[in-house]
Every structure is written in C-alpha cells, then in structure tokens.
C-alpha cells in the first residue's frame, strides 16, 4: 500500500491510532544488533541509530500497522515487543513514508526514521535489524529493550531515576569489548589457541555488561568527557559537562544536571546541579552503598572539594572541603550564629534548628541551602557553617 | 618416531621421567613471541595460548625429549630453558602425540599443549615461536620466563606472593603498546618523522614493562573489568570480581580472592577476600610504600570506605570508614566496653588487650576480625569498636 | 635558486638574518594538520615531526627566505605566521639545503628539517601541511602555534609555567578523538544513521580539546605512561618518571622536574620535583581551584600520601600524610621544639617563626622544606613536624 500525499499519510495514522487495541508506544526504533559468535540468538548490543521516546506517534503507527500488514502477530497489551525486520518490512514502511521522501533524501534528520528505514533499505542487508516497541515503563526483558532505555537517558529525553530499569542487568550479557563489538568471552575461550597463536588475538578494551557511553551517543560540542571509559553508557550528561580522566566515573541513571566540571564519581543515581564542581577524586555515594539506599542529588553551584566524600544530599552554594567525608551518620557542630544564617536561606528549615541543640546528624542536613562542611583542624570537630562564597566555575580553562 | 597407541606413549613418558639426569619442569609452554623492531634478539612480549604449572608432565617429557631427538643441548639442571622451535621439532612432537591427535582436532580444549602444536602446524609460520621449560621457582632470567609466571598468577595457577619473581623489572623492556603490541621506544624515534608525515603514527595506548591483564587472559564469565588499564598483566583476579573504572588498578601480584567490588588501588602485594568491597577511590597500600614492606591481606566481608587509606592487614567483617586512613603508626582509640567485644571474636588476641591500655598503634591491631575504625567527629579521635553491620555486596547492581 | 655548498649556505644564512625587517623565529616548524570534515579551513590538530624552539636559525632563514622567494607576503611584525606549504615551496627549500641532503639521507636525525621536508616530498603529497612560526611568545592566534606551544612543554624545551598560553582554549576544537583522528561531533551527528545502520560507528575513545600527549610524544625509555588517557598533550614528564592508572591525571602546563612516581594528580600549572611521589589519589591543586591562583610547586624528594591534598606549594623533603588536606586556610600547630628544628634547615624562614606564635595557616608555610604534615589521631589536630626520614623511589619495583 503507497501513500501518495502527507493528507492522506495524515489520515492513515489517525485510522491506524484509533483502531479498538491499538495504543501508542512509549517508546519505539529501530537498532542494529551485534549477536553472540556461537548463541546467534543472544543480542549482546544494539545499535539505534535514533530512538522515540513519547513522540513520533505518525511513525510507530506505520510502523505496526506495516507489521500488521505483514501478517506478523503483535500483541500490544505485552510492556515489550522486539522483532526482526525484513527486506518486506522495509519496503511496505517506505511506500506509507512516500509523501517524506523527498524531504528525508534532502535532509535525512528532517524525519530520521524514513532516513533509517532508507539507509537499511540501500545497504540492502536487513539481517541483523530489530524493531522494538515499549509500550509501558515495566521492567525489562530484553537487551534491545534496555539499550532504548540506556539511550533514553543518555540522550536526556528521561530524567535521572524516572524510568523503570530492573531487569537490565539480566538482559545484559557480560561480553568482552573490543573496538565498539561485544564478544563472547566463550567464544575467546574456544578460540584462544588459534588466536594466539596466529598473532591476532584481539584487543579487548574491557569486560563489562553495558558499553560505555561514547560507542552509542555524541555529546553536545561543549560537553568533553577525556576519556571514553569513564562514563557507562545511561548516564546523564548535560551539555557543557567536563569529565577528567583522573578518578572520575558515571555510571548509568546518574549524571549532571547542567554545566559541571567532574573529576570524581557519581555513582549509580546520583545527580549533580548545574553549576556544581565534583572536585579530584570526590565520591558522590551511589544506591549501592553506604546511602541506605536514597539516592543522592547535589544542587546547583556546589563544590565538593577534592577527595571529599559526599553521603548526603547537598542543596545549592554548597562546599565539602577537600578531604572530608560527610555519611548519614557523621556529627557536624553548628554554632547558634551559623544557624541563624542557614535559617535565613533555608527558611523550610526552622523546624529542624527549633530546638536549641548545635550537633546534627548528616542526614538530618540532607538537602540545606549554602552549608559549608569543613573539620576544625585545631580539635578535629566536623562543623558546618553558612557558606561564605559562590561557587563559580571557571568555564574557560580546564 | 610416531607413537601408535596411549600404552605405547604412557610407556614412553614413563622412560623419559626416570631417565637418568631427567627433572619435570615446574612450567612449560609454547609461546608466540613479539621481538624488538630493531633489536630482533629482544623478545617484547610472550604471549601463552595455555601454560602448563606443575601439570602435565607427560607433555612435558614429550616437549624435552624431542628437543633432544633433534639433537638440542638441554641443560635441565638450568632453573629455566628458552628455545625457538622449528618446523622439525612441531612434527616430531606431534608424531609423539599421534594417539590423541583424533580427540584433540575434536575437542582442541582435551589436549590443549598438542592443540597448540597443530596450531602451529597449521599455520605453517615456526619463526616466531619459543618452548619455555622452569625448572624451579628461581629469579627469572628472561622474558619469556617472566610471562609464564605473570600467566601462572593471572590464571590463577599459583597464589599472590608465592612465586619468586625477582628479575621480572629486569627482564621486561619499556614499550609503547599499540594495538596489543610492542613497539621500541627506539624504533618510534627513528621513524618519528615518517610516520607522522604519512598520517601513520601509531595510536599508543600505553608506555609500559608489563602488558595489560586482558591482552592475554580471558576472565571468568561473571568477572567484570570495566576498563583494561587499570588491571596489569599478573594480576589475580578472583571470579566475580568487579573492577570499576574510577580511581581503581590493581598491579601484578596482587588481587582478589573471591567475589569482589574494587574501586580503588590494590597496590602490589596486597590481597583482597571474598565479599570484601574496596570503595571508590580506597588505596590498599603496596609492599613498596608506607607498609615497611609488611604486604597486605585484607580479609572476607570487609570494607574499605570510599577515599579510605588501609596500611594494615584487616581481618574478616572489618570496617574502615570513608575517607580515614588506617596505618602503621596510626594511634587508636578502643573503650574498654568494645575491647571486651573485640576479644569475643578473636580469641587469639587476647594478650593484645591484656594490658589495661586504650591506645592502639595500627600495626597492632593488623588482621583483628569485626573492628570498625572511624574518626569521631565531634573530636577528632580516630577510635575502633565491634563492627556492628555485616558487609553485603550488591551483586546485582553495580 | 640552487645552494651547492655548506659556506654559500652560511653566507646566505647570514644574509637573509641580517636583512631589513628580518626576525628570528621564537619557534618554527612544518605540520601536517587533520583539518575538519566539514569545515575544511578548521585545523582540528597539528602534528609536529619536529619543532624548532630558540633554535636552529638558519633552516628558519631558509624557510622565509623560500617562502619570500615564491612571493608569499610574510609580515615578520605579527606575533604568528602560519601558511600552507606547496611543491615548490618544498623543492625550492630542499635546493637550498643541498650540501646536507647527503648527510640527512645517511642520518635523518642529523638534520631533522631537513628531513621533514624530504619525507613530505618523497610520499608526493603536499594538501595538508602547514608551515608555522612564532616571532614572540604573544597569546596564540592558531591551533597550529598552540600545538607548537604543548610540543614545547612536552618535549621539555621550555619550562612549565614559562611560557604563554593564553588562548589555547580558543583556537582549539572540541572533537571526538578515534584512532589518534580528531572529528568534528557535527559531522558524527549529520552522518549518525549511516554509520550505526553500516556497523561502522568509530570507536570515540574521547571528547576534548586537547589530544593526549603519547599522540604525539614519545617518552624517555626509562618513563613510564601505563595509561595514555592520564596525560594531556602539553604535559612536561621528566625522564624516569612513572604514571600509574589508578587515579592520576597530569594537564597541561603541569609535571615533573625529574624521576617521580605518580599516582594522584597533578593539576594545571603544578608541578614535582625530582625524586618525589605523589601517593595514590593524592591531588595537587591547580590554580583554577581552591589556591587562589597561585600555582604550586612540591620540591624534592617529598611525598604527598595516599588521597592526601596538597592546596600549597611544599619544599624538599616534605610530607603530607596519606589522607590529609592540607590547603592554604589550614590551621597548622607547629611546637616550638619542632619550630626550631624547622628554622635549622629553612633559615630564610626565620622571621615566620620569630614570633612565638604556634599556629599557622597553610599558605604560610608554603616551601618550607623538610616538614611533615599529619593529623593527630588523639586529637584530630593538624600539626606538622620536622619530617624525620628521608623520602626514597624504589625506582626497581613500581
């Protein structure tokens, strides 16, 4: 069936949306697949070229109903479905996207899911392709599903710990890597004499179950990550970012909020405001440990010094002095005056500094406005105060 | 002379192993080797399609036996043996293997030494090859001999600290790698100009003696070395093992004992149990620097904080809070009240506590179970008590 | 014009310097640049075969006089020159070399412009060379004369801090970097769907401005770089050091003075001196953070601990303990029996301490030689000390 007029491409999608069982995806694409070398029906990547999420309803419409066409059995009220393309699939999608062509050959990120199916159609090798439908933020049962999602947070579509991800580390195989390709590590394994042997035993980069974030996404031009294996791939990295190369680390469903410079961790679900410097070898504590589990966000034009370890969450204009490690359960002195002050920016906040007491607990500081955590080098007291600068980064030299 | 049937070569060996003058050797294996581009005579890199430690003698006698045939001078009472092979010496061998030549082209993995003669064989190349024989755990005199014992370790064959391997800086030359190669700092200077006229400068992925672990060993399939750089070749990697990409190495010799978390430095020498998690940016510290040369275990169940320093042995279930260093000359508060705690779970060391003192140097306390040490920070005083938590890893979620 | 003898080439030589207008070149040298794939007049790198600093005059001479000769306006008043080269520019250069061409064929190294210009007319392909000269050490106009700025400091012709760097940010690209390739990110964006759909996505192995240094340095052969995303280009690495992969990080403008272990960072405009080892994680701050600008310097034979930091500059002999910040705001007690010992090898110091004073900030101790820093763990009070043991390499074992 060709479609001749974006009218009647129009009226198409309309018909295919409001047919008794249809619902729009959540998110939907197309992706090349990298297989395992001996369980050919095991995905161990997959390569989107370009994801939907929450839009281009027009294009999964046609995209179901060419499947549909197709005699291929979809069952929309499933959370997932992934399904191999066919050379059939391609053409039939391409004649409902006819009224786009000439726009996507002219300028394919005009409508870059024509410009997908067009550039399967003219490498003419359909193999090694799936289309993946979400239809429900349920947890996930397939690798394809898992990279939509990973892409989705890496291309900033969702936000830091609003989508479902259970699932993905069992959907995930633990493959070698090795310029951009997943191995299987049986596979080395079996063919480890002969590799080595004739001297072309490949270099494998790392062992992990996710990719890193520079195989699949390109950051925004003032974004510089110094070294691809610092940032897995699903983390959150917003444009103006700098991750140094020193002890850094992001790991996916974590990331910055805005600009930042970043030269320690933010560990898995934690986020860093705009603003905010994440000094040489800092820890942002992750789910995993050591935060009982709430996750950590730190606010806009916050510092955490160098080697700080951060447990708690820190609201804006905030600073951890290099060194020091404020957990849930450190101590911190308060002196009446400095209350005062906090009071001033943290008006919410009265009813914590109500009573007359001087000493808080980490988690009870969660979140305050412009505190200053230092240990008193003459007694060794951890102490906060009200912070006495901006926090300014030096967008320009690093 | 072919041998014709399994009785035929378990006699065989027999004869060998009880000749006069005849010592199995402690290691034995056929390597390709990588030699210098200008010095040819400089073996840069070993690289072991499988080793052999304390195993498979019968090979063994195969291997020294056919040397002899073909009239090589063997000197067994040497403490290591490194010869190139010929084409001479691969059909000889295998003609000794004949009656496992059916199950080895079947199974390659059932007979992995002939495997690796057939190899050989099949590719026709015999120049690059060298048959390294230790005859005793002596310093090493040469590179090849070095890499069969940073395989030994890596594969987990012997265990950290009890293999000697004096002579290993000695032997290993400084290198550009690329591409898992070996390039002579050298040759690059000599051909600067060159290659970089051409575009062709090669892409160095490192300076180094040591290659990286993942050049040559395949890890298990639930170990996860998110980034090659940070584990050298010898290192000894427990499956399970995860290695995170932050502020983490681990050095050759040193390593993991079971299912592990590392995010930070196990320096060499040191050791790490099962379950015990090295945070984000931990630094275990290395015989060469600030233990006095004491190497460091650190037992099961254990933490290390995030930013922590550990210059002490630790036992099993022990804490070290986020950001404080433990060392040596590292005074330490224990109550009277924690040191009866203390006492119930390591009886051993009740003469420790004997005394009515409160005041511990670190090295006294090297390897107690359960103890938690934190700086109190509303006073500074770094004190210890019972650990009060058990240490779970989270091995779903990292 | 042809030069047939080494006197007529002096003689000229002398000629063009002593000319009207004539300057010497600061710095010269001939690139081949990686231009952008979109924006072919962007030069996105330049790779240097050789540069020429405050040397080698008289090939400089050559190079203006034959770029004069073929009527190319030459304005030696501006601060930076930088010009594509052409086939004639190449022969008619090389005509005036002619009594060393024997020589240079015979020994590439003893004539290295000489050299250059052979290779680049040997392949036949003159598209993407450029000539560049600095006549002042003025803020950088290119991103040819800043990569001759970073080949100055890395190649250690000047020293760190000594020369001007101003506008390095500006003039260079953020790109992706793959295989030692820059890439413009907008031509990875326009060519996305292509490239995932064909399999043949590059490998980023990282976003930034600056490539790394073993792109286009090659180490003394007794230093080591055991991981290349760890050191910028521009960085100034003495021979013997060594560069673990565990947390450290060396920027430009920023280095050792001579042999050093280093497992921490070391910011931009810092600095080590010979003999001293920076800890594991350990961080030397850099002047865009947390020392007011002032750059810092450690001196010799120091040692900053694990995950310490050092916020000031440190003399000879010095020690930070593992885990300790020591930054200019620090309050520091210093005894007065130590204080005296301290004045015995710091006598320029002896008004600091003339009056009876104990306590100290950080920055004022800044230099002085032979102390130690530590934290009391009886008392979590930062004091330092005469540093009573000597601080050595074990250059063997690392």
Wanted: proline letters at 4%; one cysteine or more; aromatic letters at 8%.
């Amino acid at each position: 069936m060709t479609i001749s007029s974006k009218e009647e491409f129009k009226n198409f999608v309309n018909e295919v949306r409001q047919a008794e069982g249809y619902r729009d995806p959540l998110a939907f694409g197309i992706c090349r697949v990298d297989v395992g070398q001996i369980n050919k029906n095991l995905t161990l990547q997959a390569i989107y070229p370009i994801i939907n999420w929450n839009e281009n309803f027009g294009s999964g419409a046609i995209f179901i109903s060419t499947l549909k066409e197709l005699n291929i059995n979809l069952d929309l009220s499933q959370s997932e479905i992934v399904l191999p393309i066919s050379k059939e699939f391609v053409i039939s999608a391409l004649e409902k996207f006819q009224p786009f062509l000439v726009e996507t050959i002219e300028n394919p990120k005009s409508h870059n899911n024509i410009a997908v199916l067009k550039a399967i159609k003219d490498q003419g090798d359909f193999e090694n392709f799936r289309i993946v439908f979400l239809f429900e933020d349920a947890p996930l049962k397939s690798a394809e599903s898992t990279y939509i999602k990973l892409y989705a947070l890496s291309q900033k579509k969702v936000k830091i710990r609003t989508i479902n991800l259970n699932g993905a580390f069992a959907n995930l195989q633990n493959v070698a890597w090795s310029e951009n390709k997943p191995i299987e590590l049986q596979w080395l394994r079996d063919n480890e004499i002969s590799l080595k042997i004739s001297g072309k035993y490949p270099k494998i980069d790392f062992v992990d179950k996710f990719p890193r974030m520079l195989q699949h996404i390109i950051p925004e031009n003032n974004t510089r990550i110094l070294d691809g294996s610092k940032v897995r791939m699903g983390a959150y990295i917003s444009a103006g970012t700098t991750i140094m190369p020193g002890a850094s680390y992001i790991n996916f469903n974590a990331g910055t909020l805005g600009v930042s410079m970043v030269e320690g961790r933010i560990s898995s679900s934690a986020s860093v405001g705009d603003g905010s410097d994440v000094g040489g070898g800092a820890s942002i504590l992750g789910v995993l440990s050591g935060t009982n589990g709430n996750p950590i966000s730190i606010g806009k034009n916050s510092l955490l010094g160098a080697n700080s370890v951060c447990g708690i969450p820190l609201g804006d204009g905030s600073i951890i002095d290099a060194g020091l490690a404020i957990l849930e359960g450190t101590k911190i002195y308060i002196s009446p005056n400095e209350i005062n002050k906090l009071i001033e920016i943290n008006l919410n906040l009265k009813e914590l500094f109500i009573s007359s007491k001087n000493s808080f607990k980490g988690k009870e500081l969660a979140g305050i406005n412009g505190i200053h955590f230092r240990q008193n080098s003459e007694n060794g007291r951890i102490e906060a105060f009200r912070s006495k600068r901006e926090v300014k980064l030096n967008s320009d030299l690093h």
